[in-house]
């Protein structure tokens, strides 16, 4: 780690672009038809889709810091079509039902490019598709079993890459195979989270931000600066579900971090390639996640210290020196002519994981309680079906629609258990990645084909699989 590193600050997606001057928050009591708890992707999209939808709806939307402050804003970038919990889905209510989900995904990476466009949201977004790489013959085992699957999941168009045909998209040292799927671009986070959150307030939607909400009843958002109430309340919190009254256990704050280089010379990009701007990854069980940005810099990101004890969240993105250097050494090790770039920024975030890794979207017709999330670090589009579907599910239930082909999908009020009671859910977490690192460090030197037995014990154990 640089003493030129900026460690924290929020992102380095807010070190670009500043951040944003506070709006007003809540003056007092009030009422609306519609209240939206959280300023990140998914409150602002449906917020977004709602207003589009009945103009004259009076929506407020409650952020607790300001819009974008969480996961939206510091992700990395990644816009493509993977959803948590499909294959759960496919087990609980069939495999045709299942593909609708996943078709869905697809059609929804296209769905934000398109309201980017037409909202003049110019989010650098580059789709190049996303490419999965294996390094070691267990991966590689598990690289072409995730493509297979994925196929019968109606991707034809998804593609299988040898060593040499990965090579020719991205140079990443040791890579025997990938896979790529074209449904996927890479983007600037907090370019989508504020243009987005422009565009809302230009349709009439009303955001008050540093209005932190505590509690969430039927028809009642309760905040220190007073309480809106609603027949709909929206709860889009994802990583940060957690700080309201009665939800510790809901879903879990898993922790993610992410490192910036300097802006990289074209001789470095001569020896990487990566022309297609790519979003890249790999089959590790401790996997990585990365992006070439619109300034030509590496983002890259993963695990750190994987949660905090008693679901507390950061503050401002700081995060731990040893994290940096892990993060590093895996950009070195996948692009050794990285070794003497500078890492400008370095930074946190949570994001929301349910007891059986399932995103899901739900409405109680019967209390006017409403929420999305449980992405698992997919959210950057899965936000976007998420709105789109709690939009359908308020229109049908205040007889405005029918069902829809959104409403009918297999995520929707889908229920799961709370996570274990503390010190349990801490040991567990912890234990579940100290056995995903271990695994993987073990199937580097192993050299054999089958995934490691420590690895397979961990997902059925944590749910994953």
Known sequence: MSTNTVNGGISFWYAQEGTPLPREPLPGDTTADICIVGGGYTGLWTAYYLKKAVPFLNITV????????????????????????????????????????????????????????????????HKGGVLEVAHTPAQLTRLKTFHAVEIAFGEKDRVLLGARETAERVRVTGAVASTWTPHGARLHPVKLVKGLAAAVEALGVTIHESTPVTEIKPKHAITPYGTVRAPYILRCTE???????????????????????????????????????????????????????????????????????????????RTQPATIEALRDIMVRFFPTTAGARIDHAWSGVLGVPRDWCATVALDRSTGLGWAGGYVGSGVATTNLAARTLRDLIQQDSGQAGPTELTALPWVNHKVRTWEPEPLRWLGVQGMYAAYRGADRREATARTAETDRIAQIADRISGRH
């Not at 087990?91 to 039902?97: E, F, Q, S, T, Y």
């Not at 300097?262 to 001789?267: A, D, T, V, Y």
């Open 239 to 317: 990583g940060f579900t957690a700080n309201l009254k009665g939800q510790k256990r809901a879903w879990l704050p898993m922790n993610s971090s992410m490192i910036a280089t300097e802006p990289l010379p074209q001789s470095v990009w001569d020896t990487i390639g990566w022309d297609g701007r790519e979003a890249l990854g790999d089959m590790a069980h401790a996997y990585m996640y990365a992006q070439r940005t619109a300034d030509d810099r590496i983002a890259l990101g993963g695990r750190g210290v994987p949660y905090r004890y008693g679901s507390r969240t950061d503050n401002d993105g």
């Open 62 to 125: 409650l952020e607790g810091k300001f819009c974008g402050y969480g996961a939206s804003g510091r992700n990395g970038g990644w816009l493509y079509n993977g959803i948590a919990g499909r294959d759960r889905y496919a087990k609980l209510h069939g495999h045709d039902a299942a593909v609708r989900l996943q078709q869905a995904m697809n059609d929804t990476v296209d769905e934000v490019v398109r309201v980017a466009a037409e909202e003049e949201i110019d989010a650098d977004i």
